[in-house]
C-alpha cells in the first residue's frame, strides 16, 4: 500500500516538476545562449511570461483552416506530456513505470509530430507545408536511427522498459560498451533533429530558407501558439530527461524510499537538466546551422552510429 | 580469459570499435585535411589498442608494436599526408567521395559481412583476439572501399593506410603472434607512404593535379 | 651460411652496392646475377635445410629458373638499357631495385615462414614499382599507380589471411616464430578449426591471387608488362608470378591437410577457369605487342591454377612443369619483342611485322617462342597441357568442358598475333641494327630449356618434379 502510495505520489511530483521546469529550461538555454554571444538575454521567466499573454488573447484562424488546425495542439501537447509521464526523472518506480517502455514514447512523440505536420498542412500556406515537408524528411532519418538506438538499449538491458534500463544502468551492470557510446551519440543527435535546435534547424529565426520547425507555426496564434510553444519546450525537457535517465542514471531515488531521497533525487535531477540545457547551449552557439540539403547526411550518421552499435552488440553476445 | 563485461574485454572492443567510426569517418571526410586528422587519430587508437593487448596479454613486445604505431600512424604520416595536401592548389584539397547515401550503404553492408564472417569462424579463438580479428576485417574492407570509391591519389593512400592499420589490429590481437611481422610491417608501411609521396608529387608535377581519374586518357590502350 | 642465404644477401648487397656505387652498373648488375647462378645450382642439387629460407623439391627448381631468367634479364638489359637513355639518377634506381627484386623474390619463394614470405612479397612488390614507372611516362605512372594500389590491396588481404592461419596455429604450436612456419603450419593442420582455416585461404588466396595476376583482381598486370622496360616485363612474369603462385600453393597445402576444412582446389580451379576464358577472349583484340603477352600470362596463370586445383600427382606435375615452361617462354618473348620494339621504335603489333625474314635469328625465335606459348609440341606448355587435359579427364571431366576451348580460344589468338608480327612481309626498321647476342643468347637458351624440359627432361629434373608435386595435396 505504503509502495502504491509513493509511486503515486512520486508520478504527481514527476508531473509537476515536468511542467515547471519545461519553461525554466527553455529559459535557461536561451539566457545562456544569449550570454555566451554576448547579449543580455530574456531573463529566465520569459518563457511563462509570453505563454500567459499568448493565452489571454483570441486566436486567429487562416480562412481554409480545418478542425485539424484546432484540435491538432491539444493532441499534440498531450501525447509530449504522456510520454513526459513515461520517462523516468527524479525517481524510479512511478506509478506509470511499467508502461515506460522506449518504443511506446518514441510512437507518443511520434504522434505529436504527425499532429504538428498536420497543422502545418492545414492552413494551406507555402511555408507550412514546406516546413511539413521538411520535418517529414527528417523524420524519415530520425526515426529509424531512435528505434534501432531503442534496439541496443534493449539488447543491453534485456527489456525495452526505460525504467527497467535506468535501473541497470544506475547499477552499472552494462560494463563499458563502445555501443552505448555510438547510441549516445546518435540518440544526441535525434534529440536535436526532434527538438528542432541546431544545427539542424534554428529555434531563434524565422530565415523562409531554413526553417523548418517555425514554418510549421506561422499561422497558429494566441492559445494554439502558447500550446505549441509549450509543447516544444516539453519536449525539450523529455528528452533531456530521457537522455538522463539512460546515461546519467546516478542518483534517482527508489519511489518507495521517502520524502527526502525523493528530494535529493529531485535536486539532482533539476542539475543533470540544466547541465545537459546549459551544454545544449554551448553546442549551439559553437556550431554552425548546416544547410537543410546536408540534414539527411547528419541523421544518416546518426543512424549509421546506431547501426554500428547494433553491430558490435552482435559481435559482442554473439562472442558470449 | 577475459570476458564478456570485463575490463579487458571491454576496453579492446571500445578501443576497437573508434577505430572502427573512425574509418567511416574517413569515408565520409571530404577535406583532405579532416582525412590526415582522422588518419591520426586511427592511428593514436591502434597504439592504445596495441599497448592495450599487450597489457592484457602480458606481452612487452607490444607495446613497441604500439610506440611504433603512434609514432609512425598517429604523427608522422598524417604529417606527412597533410603537408602534401596542403602543398595542392585549393580546389584539389577537397576530394568528393561521390554521394554519401550509397557508399555509407556500403559500408553499412560490409561491416555486416565482416561480422558475419568472421564471428562464425573464430569460434575456437580466444575472446580478445576474437573481437579484434572482427573489427579489423571491417576496417579491412572499408579501407578497401574508400580506395575504390576514391579518385585522389592521397585519398587512395590514405585507405591503404586504414587496411594496414586494420591489420596491426588484427595482428595485435592474436597472443603470440611472432613480432617479426608487426615491426616489419610498420617499417614497410611507411616505405609504401613515402614511395606514394613520391608519385602523388611526381602525378601534381606532370599534370597539375591528383586526380588518377585524369590517367585514364593516357591508358595506351582500353581494355 | 646456407646456400640458400648467400643467394638472397648476394642479391641484397648488390642491390646496396648499386645504389651507392652507379658506374658500371648494367656490366655489374649482370656480373651479380651471373654470380647467383652458383648458389642457385646448388640449392637445386642438394635442396634442404632448415631455418626462416628452406628449400626443397618444390621451390628449387623455381630458384634456379629465376636465376636463369634473372642472368638473362640482366644479359638483355645490358643493350636494351642503352636504348633507354635514362640519365644517372634513373639508371641507378633501376638496376638497384632489379636486384632488389631478386632478392625479395628467391626470399619468397624459398621462405618457410609465412611472415617472411609476406615481407619479401611486399618488398619485391616496391621494387618493382620502382622499376615499372621508371619510364616516368603519364602512361608508366599509370601503370604503376595501378600496380601499386592493387597489388597492395592484395597483399594486405594476404597478410590478414596469414595472421587467421597464425590464429588457428596457435593453440596448437609453441611459442615464437614456428607459428608462422609454413611446415609447423600444415604438419597441426589436422587439428586446427577448420572455420578459422578457411577464413585464412579464402584471403590468401585472393590476396596472392592479386600477386598471380588471376581474375578478377589481374587488371595491372597486363599495364605493367607494357609500360615498364622489357627486362622488367620478363622478370615479372617469369619470376613474380611464380613466387605468388608458391605463395598460394603454401596455402593451399595448409588448409588441405584438415579434413573439415573446406576444399580449396574448386577456388583454385573457378579462379582458373575465369582467368583462362577471359584472356582467351581478351587476346584477340590486343593491339599492343607487350600487353598481349601480359593478357597471355594471366591465362597461363589461369591454366596453372587449375592444375593445382585439380590437384593429385598427376595434376600437380602438370601444374609445377607449367610454371616452368611458361616462365622461359614469356621472357624468351619478351626478349624477343623487346628486342623488336627497339628495331621498330615502336611497340604497337600494327608497326612490327615480317621479323621472320626481315631478321630471322629473332623473328623464328619469337616464332617458336609464340608457338610454345599457344600450346604447340614440342616445347614445354604443349607437354604439362596435354597432362592436364589427362588429370583432368580422371579427376573432374566437366572441367574439360571450358579448359579445351579456352585453350584452343587462346592458343589461336597467340598463333594468329605470332603470325601477324613474324610473318608476312616486314615493316621498316625505325633504328636498323644486327641482332646482337645480348639479345638471341638469353631467347634461344630458354627455347632449348623449354625444349629440354618437354622432351628430355634429366632424370634428377625428373625426379624433383614428382617429389615437388608428391609435396602438395
Not at chain 2, 577537397?94 to 558475419?116: C, N, Q, S, T
Request: charge should be positive; hydrophobic fraction near 60%.
Amino acid at each position: 500500500m505504503m509502495a502504491l502510495l509513493g509511486a503515486l505520489l512520486t508520478q504527481l511530483l514527476h508531473a509537476a516538476l515536468l511542467l515547471a521546469a519545461a519553461p525554466l529550461l527553455l529559459g535557461l538555454t536561451r539566457a545562456a545562449k544569449a550570454r555566451l554571444t554576448g547579449r543580455r538575454g530574456p531573463p529566465l521567466l520569459q518563457p511563462w511570461r509570453d505563454t500567459l499573454r499568448l493565452l489571454r488573447k483570441r486566436p486567429l484562424l487562416a480562412e481554409p483552416s480545418s478542425g485539424v488546425t484546432r484540435a491538432a495542439p491539444y493532441l499534440a501537447l498531450s501525447a509530449t506530456l504522456l510520454a513526459g509521464l513515461l520517462v523516468p526523472g527524479f525517481a524510479q518506480g512511478m506509478i506509470l513505470a511499467p508502461f515506460a517502455d522506449l518504443l511506446l514514447i518514441a510512437g507518443l512523440l511520434g504522434l505529436a509530430r504527425a499532429a504538428l505536420v498536420l497543422a502545418g498542412h492545414d492552413a494551406g500556406t507555402a511555408f507550412g507545408g514546406l516546413g511539413a515537408g521538411r520535418e517529414t524528411a527528417f523524420a524519415a532519418f530520425a526515426e529509424p536511427a531512435l528505434l534501432v538506438s531503442v534496439l541496443v538499449l534493449a539488447l543491453l538491458a534485456g527489456s525495452a522498459n526505460l525504467d527497467a534500463i535506468a535501473a541497470l544502468f544506475r547499477e552499472g551492470g552494462q560494463g563499458l560498451r563502445v555501443s552505448l557510446l555510438f547510441v549516445a551519440l546518435a540518440l544526441c543527435a535525434v534529440a536535436l533533429a526532434e527538438n528542432a535546435r541546431v544545427p539542424v534547424d534554428n529555434p531563434a529565426t524565422h530565415l523562409e530558407l531554413t526553417m523548418v520547425h517555425e514554418a510549421m507555426l506561422l499561422e497558429a496564434s494566441a492559445r494554439h501558439l502558447a500550446l505549441w510553444e509549450a509543447q516544444a519546450a516539453l519536449k525539450l525537457v523529455v528528452w533531456l530527461a530521457l537522455l538522463a535517465a539512460v546515461f546519467l542514471p546516478f542518483g534517482m531515488a527508489p519511489a518507495g524510499a521517502g520524502p527526502l531521497s525523493w528530494l535529493i533525487g529531485a535536486a539532482l535531477w533539476g542539475v543533470k537538466l540544466a547541465a545537459l540545457g546549459l551544454a545544449l547551449a554551448v553546442f549551439e552557439s559553437a556550431i554552425a546551422k548546416m544547410r537543410v540539403f546536408r540534414v539527411p547526411e547528419f541523421l544518416g550518421a546518426a543512424l549509421l552510429l546506431a547501426l554500428l552499435a547494433a553491430a558490435l552488440l552482435f559481435v559482442s553476445t554473439g562472442l558470449a | 580469459m577475459t570476458g564478456l563485461g570485463e575490463l579487458g574485454y571491454d576496453v579492446a572492443h571500445l578501443l576497437g570499435g573508434a577505430m572502427l567510426l573512425v574509418s567511416f569517418v574517413l569515408l565520409a571526410q571530404r577535406r583532405l585535411e579532416a582525412v590526415t586528422g582522422a588518419l591520426a587519430l586511427q592511428g593514436v587508437l591502434l597504439a592504445l589498442a596495441a599497448a592495450w593487448q599487450g597489457h592484457v596479454q602480458g606481452a612487452g613486445q607490444l607495446l613497441l608494436t604500439a610506440g611504433i604505431a603512434l609514432a609512425a600512424k598517429g604523427v608522422g604520416i598524417p604529417l606527412v599526408l597533410r603537408r602534401m595536401a596542403a602543398a595542392l592548389p585549393p580546389a584539389q584539397r577537397a576530394d568528393a567521395p561521390g554521394p554519401l547515401a550509397p557508399v555509407m550503404l556500403g559500408a553499412v553492408a560490409l561491416v555486416a559481412l565482416a561480422f558475419l564472417l568472421a564471428v562464425p569462424a573464430t569460434r575456437g579463438a580466444p575472446v580478445l583476439a576474437r573481437v579484434d580479428i572482427a573489427i579489423a576485417l571491417a576496417i579491412l574492407l572499408l579501407g578497401a572501399l574508400m580506395m575504390v570509391t576514391r579518385r585522389g591519389a592521397l585519398a587512395q593512400v590514405a585507405g591503404l593506410l586504414t587496411m594496414e592499420n586494420g591489420l596491426i589490429l588484427a595482428a595485435v590481437g592474436v597472443a603470440g603472434m611472432p613480432l617479426v611481422v608487426e615491426i616489419s610491417t610498420a617499417g614497410l608501411v611507411l616505405v609504401v607512404a613515402v614511395i606514394a609521396g613520391v608519385f602523388a608529387r611526381q602525378l601534381g608535377e606532370r599534370f597539375g593535379a591528383q586526380d588518377t581519374a585524369l590517367l585514364d586518357r593516357h591508358r595506351g590502350e582500353r581494355r | 651460411m646456407s646456400a640458400a642465404g648467400a643467394l638472397v644477401l648476394l642479391h641484397l648487397l648488390g642491390a646496396g652496392l648499386l645504389a651507392a656505387w652507379p658506374a658500371r652498373a648494367a656490366l655489374l648488375n649482370l656480373l651479380l646475377c651471373g654470380a647467383a647462378l652458383v648458389p642457385a645450382a646448388m640449392i637445386l642439387a642438394a635442396p634442404g635445410g632448415e631455418g626462416w629460407l628452406r628449400a626443397d623439391a618444390l621451390n628449387a627448381p623455381f630458384v634456379m629458373l629465376s636465376a636463369i631468367i634473372g642472368f638473362g634479364a640482366a644479359l638483355f638489359s645490358l643493350e636494351d638499357v642503352r636504348g633507354e637513355g635514362f640519365d644517372a639518377r634513373r639508371l641507378r634506381s633501376y638496376h638497384a631495385a632489379f636486384q632488389g627484386f631478386l632478392a625479395a623474390n628467391h626470399a619468397a619463394l624459398l621462405s618457410d615462414n609465412l611472415g617472411i614470405l609476406w615481407v619479401a612479397i611486399e618488398a619485391g612488390t616496391l621494387a618493382s614499382v620502382v622499376m615499372v614507372g621508371v619510364h616516368r611516362t603519364p602512361a608508366a605512372i599509370e601503370a604503376a599507380w595501378k600496380f601499386f594500389v592493387l597489388c597492395g590491396f592484395g597483399i594486405a588481404l594476404a597478410l590478414f589471411g596469414i595472421i587467421v592461419l597464425a590464429l588457428a596455429g596457435a593453440p596448437h604450436l609453441p611459442e615464437g616464430g614456428a607459428r608462422l612456419s609454413a611446415a609447423a603450419l600444415r604438419a597441426a593442420a589436422a587439428r586446427m578449426d577448420p572455420a578459422l582455416l578457411d577464413l585464412g585461404f579464402v584471403f590468401l588466396l585472393v590476396g596472392f591471387g592479386t600477386k598471380a595476376g588471376l581474375v578478377p583482381l589481374h587488371s595491372w598486370l597486363p599495364d605493367a608488362h607494357a609500360e615498364g622496360p622489357t627486362p622488367i616485363a620478363a622478370v615479372l612474369s617469369g619470376l613474380l608470378l611464380n613466387a605468388a603462385m608458391l605463395a598460394i600453393l603454401r596455402g593451399q597445402a595448409i588448409v588441405a591437410a584438415n579434413e573439415a576444412a573446406l576444399s580449396p582446389g574448386g577456388f583454385l580451379i573457378a579462379m582458373g577457369l575465369a582467368s583462362l576464358l577471359l584472356a582467351g577472349v581478351t587476346l584477340w583484340r590486343r593491339r599492343d605487342a607487350k600487353r598481349l603477352l601480359g593478357w597471355s600470362s594471366i591465362e597461363h596463370m589461369g591454366i596453372a591454377a587449375i592444375a593445382f586445383g585439380l590437384g593429385g600427382p598427376a595434376g600437380n606435375a602438370a601444374g609445377l612443369l607449367h610454371l616452368w615452361g611458361h616462365a622461359l617462354l614469356k621472357s624468351a618473348a619478351f626478349f624477343a619483342i623487346g628486342r623488336a620494339a627497339r628495331l621498330k621504335g615502336d611497340q604497337r603489333m600494327d608497326a612490327i611485322g615480317g621479323l621472320a625474314r626481315s631478321h630471322p635469328p629473332l623473328g623464328w625465335g619469337l616464332v617458336l617462342a609464340m608457338a610454345g606459348l599457344a600450346g604447340l609440341p614440342p616445347l614445354g606448355l604443349f607437354v604439362s597441357e596435354w597432362w592436364l587435359a589427362g588429370a583432368a579427364a580422371q579427376a573432374a571431366p566437366w572441367v574439360l568442358a571450358p579448359l579445351l576451348p579456352g585453350l584452343l580460344v587462346a592458343g589461336l589468338a597467340l598463333l594468329h598475333a605470332m603470325q601477324r608480327l613474324c610473318l608476312g612481309p616486314p615493316t621498316p626498321d625505325a633504328a636498323p641494327g644486327p641482332a646482337r647476342p645480348s639479345t638471341l643468347l638469353p631467347l634461344w637458351t630458354n627455347l632449348a630449356l623449354a625444349l629440354v624440359i618437354a622432351l628430355a627432361l634429366p632424370a634428377p629434373l625428373a625426379a624433383l618434379l614428382r617429389e615437388g608435386a608428391g609435396l602438395l595435396p
